[in-house]
């Protein structure tokens, strides 16, 4: 009767110690899903970005051409400022390609360390 009243009583404990574990590994699944989500929407951005950059750049090198080919002082003048704002442009999107992947490091990051602490 005592054996049986311990084994009891310590069914309860696993049992409650488990429920309130539950809810925290339904909140990780779920932090998880999410994180696992804006990983592949940022991964896509990124990939935009890129294309974005690329596409850039050979505007610039249109832009380069186009000032060897015109007449004229004044569009001459038009053009390198174009080619200038080419350029501004083109450093901005360094910068938020970066910043996205460097946001992406750190989600990366942030998924490693809960998958390690999602493991038993």
């Known amino acids: 009767w ?24 339904e909140e990780t699944a779920s932090l998880l899903d999410q994180v696992v989500e804006l990983r592949a929407e940022l991964e896509e951005r990124i990939k935009d970005l890129a294309i974005f950059r690329k596409e850039l750049h050979e505007v ?10 015109t007449t004229g002082n004044h ?4 053009e390198q400022q174009n080619i200038n704002n080419h350029r501004h442009t083109a450093v901005l999107a360094d ?3 970066n ?10 990051t942030l998924c490693t360390e809960l998958e390690s602490e999602a493991l038993p």
């Open 2 to 25: 005592k054996n049986g009243s311990k084994i009891s009583l310590s069914l309860e404990k696993n049992y409650t110690i488990l429920q309130s574990k539950a809810p925290k590994a």
């Open 60 to 69: 610039g090198k249109l832009m380069k051409i186009d000032l060897f080919q």
């Open 75 to 78: 569009s001459a003048r038009h």
């Open 95 to 97: 910068r938020v390609l």
């Open 99 to 108: 910043s996205v992947q460097q946001t992406a490091n750190k989600i990366q």
